[in-house]
């Protein structure tokens, strides 16, 4: 059966040893994410939020080389005399602010954790709706660290106490002075972040 001249062409080099390489289909991802395990995006700037009724604490970071460099922190206080109602506006509009002006491409939030008093527990989840509601009202999405894994990645044991964890952070950041308690860590969360503790991790990061 006769063959055209590009058969024949594509035949010789076969034969020569230096047949072309087909080309593999890409996905778009640099790497490749497990079943079940939701890629994480790569992030110029990390907000990280630790919720709180009286002190929700908040860290912008970005990526450096050779070092993350911390955009803004701070806690958002609202006074023992104030409303729930009123310190719940007052976290919605601080954050909704923030993602307005800096426009950060991901959150990281302190994940759940157990509170022996009903009480509070449901005030610490009325405060994190808040401020999730307002982030995610922006179309960013939004990973939970398990506090305990926080501080295992910064600090190096899960167990770590808040000071333990505001020194590590801010010799990592280079800050000049010790930030506060929950500033510090909000901003070790967006730390975590970046570390990239959800891509090879046997426990991926969620997203809520």
């Known amino acids: 059966m006769p063959i055209t001249p590009q058969q024949f062409a594509d035949l010789q080099r076969r034969v020569s040893g230096k047949a072309p390489k087909r080309a593999r289909p890409s996905s778009g991802m640099e790497a490749l994410v497990k079943p079940g395990q939701e890629a994480i995006p790569a992030a110029r700037l990390v907000l990280g939020i630790d919720p709180s009724l009286r ?61 022996q008093n009903l009480q509070t527990a449901l005030i610490m989840g009325e405060a994190r709706g808040a401020a999730l509601a307002m982030v995610a009202a922006a179309g960013i999405p939004i990973f939970e660290i398990a506090p305990r894994r926080v501080k295992q990645a910064i600090v190096g044991h899960g167990a770590a106490q808040k000071l333990a964890v505001a020194r590590m952070v801010q010799r990592m950041l280079k800050l000049p002075e010790l930030p506060e308690p929950d500033a510090a860590d909000a901003l070790a969360l967006a730390l975590v972040y970046l570390q990239g503790g959800g891509r090879t991790a046997l426990n991926p990061l969620k997203r809520v």
């Open 55 to 115: 002190g929700t604490g908040f860290g912008l970071v970005e990526p450096g080389k050779p070092d993350p460099h911390a955009v803004t922190q701070g806690t958002i206080r609202c006074p023992a005399t104030w409303e729930r109602s009123r310190c719940l506006a007052r976290i919605a509009t601080v954050l909704r602010e923030m993602v307005e002006t800096h426009r950060p491409d991901v959150c990281a939030v302190e994940g759940l954790f157990f509170a």
